[in-house]
């Protein structure tokens, strides 16, 4: 049947599902595969919450009090960026150097994620009850006429292949260390901004399980 995604008022974790009569809570980081490759939230079906119309309305109009996480987002990266630079200065041109750069920054963004992740479902707690068993499973597909939709897909999948194939080639060619670091640091608003790019409001053809 077709539906619709529509985003959760100050949280980007949650999507609400219309499909007719009946409405889902999504939880767009339940793979942990789509956090690197995004695209993957569009195969496969999902374990969605169900929930009732008065809940998605108060989901999408929010409260005056509700925080939005991922404003955080921006702070935790610049600190990220801060200390990662002073390394940059601090550890010798080497090798070694280099890895230690790579892990700090792929550890740091993992982190940041997933701690706004954590951040985003517990505030999500206080207003609906997650640990419900009343779940079902739907898979999202791309409505064939919406063809703006389809060519943003192909254009962020083409964006990501070229990006790894830059980041390998950096790699294996550079060995500056702050050359490397500025890398990351693409790598880093990369991941903490497409990686629930799959995951765009819109219509859908949605299949329940």
């Known amino acids: 049947m077709e539906g619709k995604l529509i985003s959760i008022y100050k949280n980007d974790r949650y999507k609400i599902v219309e499909a007719g009569e009946k409405y889902y809570l999504l939880d767009t980081d339940d793979r ?11 195969f496969g079906y ?16 929010g409260r005056v009090e509700q ?8 702070l935790y ?5 801060i200390l990662g630079t002073v390394l940059t200065y601090i550890l010798p041109i080497n090798y070694i150097s280099i ?11 993992l982190g940041i994620k997933f701690f706004l992740a ?8 206080n207003r609906v009850n997650l640990d419900k068993e009343n779940f079902s499973y739907i898979k999202l597909r791309f409505l064939i006429p919406n063809l703006q939709k389809t ?3 192909f254009a962020w999948l ?11 080639v950096f790699v294996f060619y550079f060995t500056n260390p702050l050359v490397l670091f500025l890398l990351v640091i693409v790598t880093l608003m990369f991941i903490l901004l497409f990686s629930r790019a799959a995951f765009a409001e819109g219509n859908y053809l949605i299949k329940e399980k």
């Open 151 to 153: 060519k943003r897909f």
């Open 32 to 42: 942990k595969s789509t956090i690197l490759l995004w695209f993957l939230g569009l």
């Open 77 to 81: 990266g610049l600190l990220l960026s």
């Open 118 to 125: 954590y951040e985003e479902k517990k505030s999500m707690f």
């Open 158 to 168: 083409f964006l990501q292949v070229m990006f790894i194939v830059v980041v390998v």
């Open 67 to 74: 925080k939005n996480i991922n404003n955080r987002s921006f």
């Open 99 to 109: 890895i230690i750069l790579l892990l700090y920054n792929f550890i740091g963004v």
């Open 46 to 61: 999902h374990k969605v919450l169900n929930i009732s119309k008065l809940n998605a309305d108060d989901l999408i109009v």
